[in-house]
């Protein structure tokens, strides 16, 4: 029913090359890692768009195998190496989230990956110098956490509760729960508990189908995920600023019958010490309304800017403006977000912004931005309060020169 997560390992590859990867999956999987790879992980009458997204969001590091199949061929690999990179652009720079490997050593390597050192698979210590390259990641995540946890004095772990039923419809549900414990915060675990009922939300109305079943609808002839309503919620690792607790969801969906899988983002954030929701972002400004045009010019700007296609003036395209306009005009659509210590990062999904082959959206605007807007108590709680008077030497010197 429930197990411990351990840290997953994403091998990505173009079809033709599955032959050439498979044995790279075999040392890894022998070496003791978590390794998930398409045509090993996927089972029969499973989606396998979903589960490939899905894998991707639960995946640690992920190991790109390059050759001319996967340079030069449009379609899956090539979208999968855009969610890559989205995710790429939230880590550290130092961090080891992606690691080529370049099945054909003529091959140019995408520019997008330019300054990544790459390993070539027909190197003699290709497979140890991978499992270097996870392993130094692997234990620099694990420190990392551990220094958070012990300068925070908050301690977090998760577990994953798996429930499935076969029927017309059925259902499938896999939810990560973290547990938050503390004694600077004693109250932390009920934001961890307030969490888990949000999600338990999600597995009754799974549960529900076994009360509406449609025989007229499916039958136990179709492929089994076409006639099974699928949910998957994966947690990040959680960010901390100030007594301000922010965890991220991604949301992998599908629901029976549909012409296919889709995402959402769920975000959570808590001021710690009084332990309280920020159920709205709109909560932590002095003036709501004109807080939001704020948002909306800044978040706006920045989508319209995101090109979405190559280095080439010919391959270069970007999001419909229009499709942004309206999809940015309220608070609940600006409900996905997670503080951050220098900015509030936002999480758009998939056709909120954007059609859903472009995939989900990111932005983010720096507290520098938006200071003087957001109310006392939450600069305090966020240990922002210095950027105010940033702002303000920075405007006395800008004045000055003008």
């Not at 004095?153 to 029927?167: A, I, N, P, V």
């Not at 919620?233 to 922010?246: D, K, M, Q, Y």
């Not at 859903?356 to 932005?363: L, R, S």
Request: aromatic residues 12%.
């Amino acid at each position: 029913m429930q197990d411990q997560d351990t840290p997953q390992v994403f091998l990505s590859y173009a079809s033709p090359d599955q032959e050439r990867v498979i044995p790279f999956f075999e040392a890894l999987e022998k070496s003791g890692f978590n390794v998930w790879l398409d045509c090993k992980s996927i089972m029969a009458g499973q989606n396998w768009d979903f589960e490939i997204k899905k894998a991707i969001d639960k995946s640690n590091i992920i190991i790109s195998f390059l050759s001319e199949s996967s340079i030069n061929k449009r379609g899956y690999i090539q979208r999968e190496l855009k969610i890559v990179l989205d995710k790429l652009s939230e880590k550290l720079i130092d961090d080891i989230y992606i690691i080529p490997v370049k099945l054909d050593d003529h091959i140019q390597i995408p520019s997008q990956l330019k300054d990544i050192q790459c390993i070539s698979a027909n190197s003699n210590n290709c497979v140890s110098s991978i499992e270097e390259a996870i392993n130094f990641q692997l234990n620099k995540l694990g420190l990392a956490t551990q220094k958070t946890q012990r300068k925070e004095e908050l301690s977090w772990s998760f577990y994953t509760k798996k429930e499935q039923w076969d029927g017309l419809p059925g259902y499938e549900v896999e939810l990560q729960f973290i547990k938050l414990t503390s004694e600077k915060y004693p109250n932390i675990h009920e934001a961890s508990e307030y969490i888990q009922g949000e999600l338990l939300k999600n597995l009754f109305a799974c549960r529900s189908t076994e009360l509406d079943q449609s025989p007229e609808r499916f039958n136990y002839g179709q492929e089994k995920y076409r006639r099974t309503d699928t949910y998957d919620a994966h947690c990040s690792e959680p960010s901390i600023t100030g007594r301000v607790i922010s965890i991220q969801y991604a949301v992998h969906w599908y629901g029976a019958g549909a012409a296919h899988p889709n995402m959402h983002f769920c975000t959570y954030s808590f001021v710690m010490e009084p332990l309280i929701l920020i159920d709205s972002l709109e909560h932590i400004f002095i003036d709501p309304p004109d807080a939001l045009l704020k948002i909306q010019e800044l978040i706006r700007t920045q989508l319209k800017n995101t090109n979405l296609g190559g280095e080439d003036e010919d391959e270069q395209f970007y999001l419909d403006a229009d499709y942004i306009d309206r999809g940015t005009e309220k608070w609940s659509d600006f409900e996905s977000f997670v503080f951050k210590e220098k900015s509030i990062d936002f999480f758009f999904s998939p056709y909120q912004v954007a059609a859903y082959a472009c995939g989900p959206q990111f932005a983010e605007i720096t507290y520098f931005d938006i200071i003087e807007l957001i109310r006392p108590e939450y600069k305090s709680a966020l240990n922002i309060e210095h950027i105010t008077y940033q702002k303000m030497r920075a405007l006395k010197e800008y004045n000055l020169k003008v």
